[in-house]
């Protein structure tokens, strides 16, 4: 019991430097912003970090959870005099990133090249990259100030795989006649209500698991909204169609496979059946074969097999070789125990030539 013991207690106290280090290691995890880019430093003491979503946005932290938030940065950085106050959201994936982006950007807000995707006014720039979204408050505007973000989206770390790839549903958005910086990428009721979508988040159906995109249009009677809504199958999105019409949600419906499109605001008919007509869901098919092999990969495929095939040729023609000669000695025995001879059959041919 002592040896038991005294083997146990070795192995126990592994398992807690492990847990302790994996604690340390969670704690100390590598930051988001950089100590210093393109010649702004950060001032150690304003660093401030944490996991909490509000800390993030006070106002709407559940809308920050529905997109994945993961943690929080913000510091200070100054160069020549001037300073600049970074702030900068981490999310589970970039489809969160965007999400949010959509969710803060305002549309007065001008176009910016920078990281993925940016806007700015005055000094004022929203910007997000992989799966990190940064709110930048510049002192002072000056002509290197788009360059100077540049250099910090360069030095944020990007997610790698099924993380990096960004939601296909905003790719259904009709282009003509969209009013800039109002489309909407929508996760769960929380911001759903909080950007007062036209469809109430009872009929959405976010256990269904969907995922929800939105944006304003100018039509001939003043601003409308489209809205469309992923389903994972076609047959989800056909019974959601039914609660619509249901409810007489006021509005004009459509189905596509598994995406419903509702037009809805100051729109003639004509143009909302029009609108909804260009939102139509084309499957994706991926094969999990190149259209045209590489004859290079065909080749050494081909050395592969042949070579494997005549293993297997082999391997069958000595275990058949074996399972012969073990027959043949195992009838000798037989036969001899029975103090008989071998009949002629058992024995081996041989040609006495000399």
Do not use: C
């Amino acid at each position: 019991m002592k040896r038991q013991i005294s083997i146990l207690l070795p192995a126990f106290m592994l398992l807690l430097v492990l847990e302790s280090s994996l604690a340390w290691a969670k704690d100390h995890a590598p930051g988001v912003l950089p100590p210093l880019f393109n010649g702004w430093k950060m001032e150690a003491s304003s660093l401030k970090t944490s996991t909490d979503p509000a800390a993030a946005d006070a106002a709407d932290p559940a809308v920050l959870q529905e997109y994945g938030f993961n943690a929080v940065e913000s510091a200070t950085y100054t160069r020549n005099g001037r300073k600049m106050e970074i702030k900068a959201a981490r999310f589970n994936d970039a489809s969160g990133a965007y999400g949010a982006f959509t969710f803060y950007v305002q549309p007065q807000m001008g176009k910016a090249d920078i990281g993925d995707r940016a806007a700015s006014s005055n000094s004022r720039v929203l910007f997000y990259r992989g799966n990190i979204l940064v709110d930048a408050q510049l002192e002072q505007i000056t002509a290197m100030s788009a360059a100077d973000l540049r250099a910090l989206a360069e030095v944020l770390p990007r997610p790698h795989g099924s993380l990096a790839a960004l939601p296909t549903l905003p790719g259904n958005l009709p282009q003509q006649s969209r009013l800039p910086n109002t489309e909407r990428y929508i996760l769960g009721p929380a911001a759903l209500e909080r950007l007062e979508i036209p469809v109430p988040a009872s009929l959405v159906d976010f256990s269904k698991g969907p995922e929800v995109v939105s944006a304003k249009y100018r039509s001939s009677s003043g601003e409308s909204t489209l809205t469309l809504i992923a389903y994972p199958t076609p047959q989800i999105a056909a019974e959601r169609l039914r609660a619509l019409q249901a409810a007489f949600l006021p509005g004009v419906f459509k189905r596509t496979g598994p995406i419903l499109a509702v037009a809805s605001g100051k729109i003639p008919l004509a143009e909302a059946e029009s609108l909804l007509a260009s939102v139509n869901y084309d499957a994706n098919v991926t094969w999990n074969e190149p259209a045209k092999p590489n004859p290079t990969e065909d080749r050494a495929a081909f050395i592969v097999a042949e070579v494997l095939l005549v293993v297997i040729f082999l391997a069958i023609a000595l275990a058949i070789g074996l399972a012969y000669g073990w027959l043949r000695v195992t009838v000798k025995r037989l036969v001899r125990g029975r103090g008989q001879e071998p009949p002629e059959d058992v024995e081996i041919i041989r040609l006495n030539l000399k």
